[in-house]
């Protein structure tokens, strides 16, 4: 089970907003559940049992809540990210006797089905539950699924319908890369397709179900959720949604703002769907919040790291992050008549630097507006388009540097010998200009200058190097595979 997911939590809050956040966190099964109010929520275990440093428990238990009001009752599903700490205590974890699992990137994930219920026994007349799938892997949109399936059922009958999931995931296959595959789970069968690795985008147009792609039947399991479609949370930045792919690009960081976790999430795995196949080079949370523990190292009076995308919902950190250059709130378009009161900025792109290089698609644009006003089942469409459109334009971004790098590769002379060269040639900068300068770009820049100043600043990109690197890497094994074939 654990190399799909590592463990379930239950949290569980009586309280009602606006007053302080008080959760507490108890695990399955037969756990003390404490709350110390002067310390915080407390975790004494996790289902099925996996060590958790308490900077982790602590970062779970505050990230499975909303840290704003959603509703008076019902439920919501977001997710996050937050700092893996088990190497740096796997002295620890050998002594529980648990084999807790190498982290991929570093990082641990969480999906959280989040509930709230009037409950007349509790002082602040309300009961907030949230369960929590961990798990090593960037598979939001099948991970969102499953707790989306299993959190209402938990809520009704406990303890055995999260063993009887813990049962269901166990049973699964092996997640090998590029699998696609049946997984049964709480009496559905779940159709999925693994991406080969996590810097490469799955498409609907190349997804290998042997039927045409139904969001309703199947599953890209590391795209962004489609519920509710993402037009909807972007309708207030449409127009501007190529300058934002621009951002991304460049590695500019973005804080993105939104009424919910719910919506923040969804909004930044999309953003971050839109990298590929661009080696991931800066850090991103689906929801972060105050109480964090890298909150003082990622928001503080400093410049924002480059390229951190942070989805967030309390309004603290629309002052604690005046000085970013960029701010994306997302949600609908106001209508009059229609007002809705959000605390933090109104929905919408705010940018103080950027000046767009690229001419967006004007035709696709209205068309997306268009379908903002349509059913679901069109909006899900409208919002796969948008999403094939701008990732078209990622992998066209690199067409002029992979045309380059092609004349860099040795001929067969320079490595017929033991001591030839089987590795790319140094990357010239002036040579990569004068070539593309000689052959242009597919992109529909607005002229020549904006192609050039683009393509410099994103030779400056950790997101240049990094793919580079991954470049060489590719051309040293490829040639080192034919000289000893």
């Not at 796969?384 to 004349?407: C, F, G, I, K, Q």
């Not at 001591?419 to 300068?437: A, E, I, N, W, Y």
Request: with cysteine.
């Amino acid at each position: 089970m654990s190399q799909w997911v590592l463990a379930f939590a239950i949290g569980q809050c009586h309280a009602i907003y606006p007053n302080y956040l008080s959760i507490i966190l108890h695990v399955i099964p037969c756990t003390t559940v404490n709350f110390d109010l002067d310390v915080g929520p407390i975790v004494c275990g996790v289902h099925p049992p996996l060590y958790l440093a308490p900077a982790e428990k602590e970062n779970i238990a505050f990230s499975s809540f909303p840290d704003s009001l959603q509703f008076e009752q019902g439920s919501e599903v977001h997710s996050f990210r937050i700092q893996d700490l088990g190497a740096s205590h796997k002295h620890i974890v050998l002594d529980h006797g648990n084999n807790r699992p190498d982290s991929i990137d570093g990082y641990l994930y969480g999906y959280s089905h989040f509930s709230q219920r009037r409950d007349n026994t509790s002082k602040r007349g309300y009961q907030q539950t949230s369960l929590v799938l961990l798990s090593h892997l960037q598979y939001p949109a099948l991970f969102t699924t499953l707790v989306m399936k299993l959190g209402p059922l938990f809520l009704i009958h406990g303890v055995p319908m999260l063993e009887t999931a813990c049962h269901n995931i166990a049973n699964w296959c092996s997640p090998s890369p590029g699998l696609t595959t049946e997984l049964g789970f709480l009496g559905s069968v779940l159709h999925v397709e693994l991406p080969i690795n996590a810097d490469i985008q799955q498409l609907t147009e190349t997804a290998s179900f042997h039927e045409k792609f139904d969001p309703a039947l199947h599953l890209l399991s590391s795209i962004a959720p489609l519920d509710p479609p993402p037009i909807s949370i972007f309708e207030a930045s449409l127009s501007h949604l190529w300058s934002i792919w621009e951002c991304l690009m460049l590695c500019e960081p973005i804080l993105v703002f939104g009424s919910s976790p719910a919506v923040t999430s969804q909004a930044v795995w999309w953003l971050r769907d839109l990298l590929r196949p661009i080696p991931l080079a800066n850090d991103f949370r689906p929801y972060f919040t105050i109480h964090d523990k890298d909150h003082t190292l990622l928001v503080n009076k400093l410049p924002p790291r480059s390229g951190l995308i942070l989805g967030v919902t309390n309004p603290f950190f629309q002052k604690s992050c005046a000085h970013w250059p960029h701010v994306l709130s997302v949600g609908l378009k106001t209508r009059c008549g229609n007002v809705t009161i959000m605390a933090g900025p109104p929905p919408g792109w705010c940018t103080r630097t950027h000046r767009r290089y690229i001419s967006k698609d004007r035709q696709l644009l209205t068309a997306i507006e268009k379908a903002c006003h349509a059913s679901v089942q069109h909006r899900i469409q409208a919002s796969l388009d948008l999403r094939r459109h701008l990732s078209s334009r990622t992998n066209t971004l690199l067409v002029p540097l992979n045309r380059y790098l092609n004349t860099l590769i040795p001929s067969p002379a320079e490595r017929t010998t033991v001591s030839g060269c089987r590795r790319l040639k140094p990357f010239s900068t002036v040579d990569f200009f004068s070539s593309l300068k000689a052959n242009g770009s597919p992109l529909p820049f607005k002229s020549a200058t904006k192609r050039r100043e683009f393509y410099e600043r994103w030779l400056k990109t950790p997101a240049f190097g990094l793919w580079l690197t991954q470049q060489e890497e590719v051309v040293h094994r490829t040639l080192q595979d034919k000289w000893a074939g």
